[in-house]
T-cell receptor, first 112, second 110 residues
Framework: GAGVSQTPSNKVTEKGKYVELRCDPISGHTALYWYRQSLGQGPEFLIYFQGTGAADDSGLPNDRFFAVRPEGSVSTLKIQRTERGDSAVYLC??????????FGPGTRLTVL | GQQLNQSPQSMFIQEGEDVSMNCTSSSIFNTWLWYKQDPGEGPVLLIALYKAGELTSNGRLTAQFGITRKDSFLNISASIPSDVGIYFCAGDNYGQNFVFGPGTRLSVLP
């Protein structure tokens, strides 16, 4: 069956620009998570959705980061006024129940 | 916030050897999970542990949930070249506060 998919796989942008990263979870998974992973480190939690609502957004680093999941399926992570420090791999995961998360391949974001 | 520590940071082993790695935390978790990540891919779940003291196997992999709920170990028996990668432990509290360790990088020498 289809796993978690993320688009684009790579995104290069200029400092100050706006970017959107998309996640298509596994069908039927109610929980969806976004993480950021820098080189040589483990994934860092950003936000967790249960259905359409953000159950925990405590990992978002600042108000330039925002995520939505309007219909409880696809989610979009939005980053405004990108900075070079935002460069990382952004991972999405979905889960049928709390705990066991299935990850997508990630979007590699490079801010020049 | 909660942090996990993994040891060793990296290891080189001969093919066929057994591997052991640990994960510790200053906080209690209700679930411990072990993931493997290959270059350019997302982490893949290997084993999930739900009860303190639980010992679970998945093929050549064995993991245990520490009795204090603050640690876990992962063992790999008879390592093979495809075991190469980064192994992450993660702690979870009912789907929230999901925290990953920094990873253990495993390299297998033929």
């Amino acid at each position: 069956g289809a796993g978690v998919s993320q688009t684009p796989s790579n995104k290069v942008t200029e400092k100050g620009k706006y970017v959107e990263l998309r996640c298509d979870p596994i069908s039927g998974h109610t929980a969806l998570y976004w993480y950021r992973q820098s080189l040589g480190q483990g994934p860092e939690f950003l936000i967790y959705f249960q259905g359409t609502g953000a159950a925990d957004d405590s990992g978002l680093p600042n108000d330039r980061f925002f995520a939505v999941r309007p219909e409880g399926s696809v989610s979009t992570l939005k980053i405004q006024r990108t900075e070079r420090g935002d460069s990382a791999v952004y991972l999405c995961a979905s889960s049928p129940t709390p705990g066991e998360q299935f990850f997508g391949p990630g979007t590699r974001l490079t801010v020049l | 916030g909660q942090q996990l520590n993994q040891s060793p940071q990296s290891m080189f082993i001969q093919e066929g050897e057994d591997v052991s790695m640990n994960c510790t935390s200053s906080s209690i978790f209700n679930t411990w999970l072990w993931y493997k990540q290959d270059p350019g891919e997302g982490p893949v779940l290997l084993i999930a542990l739900y009860k303190a003291g639980e010992l679970t196997s998945n093929g050549r992999l064995t993991a245990q949930f520490g009795i204090t709920r603050k640690d876990s170990f992962l063992n790999i028996s008879a390592s093979i070249p495809s075991d190469v990668g980064i192994y992450f432990c993660a702690g979870d509290n009912y789907g929230q506060n999901f925290v990953f360790g920094p990873g253990t990088r495993l390299s297998v020498l033929p």
